[in-house]
């Protein structure tokens, strides 16, 4: 995801403050057993900061290292707090930062230097390692050049001064730095330990990792429990209470009620018709709830990669037929229960730049091609002439769309129905057993629609930037490519207002989900958080992991 220049106000949108990270709870932790029980749906498939892609692995990896600054939260608002780093200074242009670092160590009672963030960023950035977030640190002077093998690592503008001092200059000003600064793709990270093993080995190489963070890896058994204890290397050790920290894999919600309901969990996060289905958990006098907005939006993916099992995915006009057949509220209630929100736009609409609403800005792109195209059978004739481009039959009913997921899923029967009601084509679910199935038949590409989502930054461009031809998760997020939209992209990597970036944030959106229909947006999900009354201090981020429970207790 490249990013670019945003006005402090984007981010004044999750109130973020600046402070000294350490402060803990003040609240000291009496002799109840300080074990946290979480879950997980899966496994991570990784735990290599650079390449970290998903929402679990952030989980574990943003309490097991730490970068140079956090996000927390206080009073239901996100703030980014400095932990790594003790202070920094930024030149009169915005194109210089420079960090002072705290005294810490590793695990293993290494300290951490300047030089091992630069490593991180020139690792992340290195062409032959084809991390798909690299495109992210495009602020960073010289970073696409070198990313792109048009020029050297010592060009990249990230330099330890001494031991301790950390400078990073910016291709172009860039004020939210600290927030971006908290994904854990920039971590620091020990290339010796890596080298030793390998670079594609480290990944889930267990015995080698050290953590930088206030809890480190003791154990990990696969599709089981996956353990961490309390770092004793920490900076901060001494406001660390908890002793362990517990993730259950289960993937079945029935089984994540069981085990909250009889102590086995201290929290959990549900969405859609979890909410409905836990509801029950309201009356536990055991349990606190609290409702928790989140910065993810579920789309819709259609194969642009080969057209997906019949090639028809690379035509415009089906993949429009097919977006203007989705009915978002129908979607929301089958699916999820009436929970979430149903959504037109990739950026989620509650994020506010300035005092501007951007839902209420860009509105719904589809719009007009809703009210041109606002029958069945004026649907099905869209799909037609795209099968006539594509010189193919336009007997709908020789068209069998493929909708690959996962183990259980009633997303992809309400698809089914829907499309098959609207369009007249076949849908066969293709469900694989398992996470690595599901990796390999997408990688093939041996699909036509299957479901995702996002969450990045309070910058709108980190949610539109995913959808750049360059952006290494397009490979994921089928394929989607338009020189339009990188052209309006690149457009961003200077200094604007606030006013002139809405105006191509929105031209983006109507570009990518009207013009291209590259992508169908379906909702923000909005999640109930579950917590034993016992735990104090667990908090619940927007833009960060699911939990920060570094100065979380059980009292």
Known sequence: MTKKTVLSTLILSIAILIVLAGCGDKGAANSTEQVLKLSQVSDPTTLDVNDMRNSNENDILSETQEGLTSITSKDGKDKVVLTGATSYEKSKNGLTYTFKLRNSKWSDGKKVTAQQYVDSFRRLLKKENAFAQATNAYFIKGAQKYNEGKSTADTLGVKAIDGKTLQIQLAYPYPSLLSDLSS????????????????????????????????KLDSWKKNDKLVLVKNDKYWNEKKVKLKKVIYTTVSKDATVLSLIQSGQLDAISARGKQI???NKLEASNKLDSRKQA?????VLIMNQHNGGTQKLFKNTKIRGALALSIDRDSYNKAVSDGKDKPTYTMTPQSINI???????????PLEA?????????????????????LGNSTDLSKVNIVYLTIGEDDTGTWFKQEIEENLGVKVTIKTEPDSASFIATRNKNQYDILSNGWLATADPNSYLSLWNSNNGFQKFFGGYSSKKFDTLDASLNKELTAEERLKIYKKLETQLVAKDYGMLPLTNPQSRIYINKSVKNLQTTLFGATYNYTYSYKK
């Open 184 to 215: 854990v793709i920039y971590y620091p990270v020990r290339i010796d330990l890596i080298n030793k093993v390998g670079n594609k080995e480290w990944k889930t190489d267990v015995k080698n990792q050290v953590s930088n963070g206030p809890f």
């Open 354 to 364: 300035g005092n501007t609403n951007y839902g209420e800005y860009v509105g719904n």
């Open 369 to 389: 091609d809703q009210k041109q195209y606002d029958t069945k059978e004026k649907r099905q004739k869209l799909f037609q002439k795209g099968l006539k481009e």
């Open 276 to 278: 409905s289905d836990f």
């Open 294 to 298: 989140s910065a993810q939006t579920n």
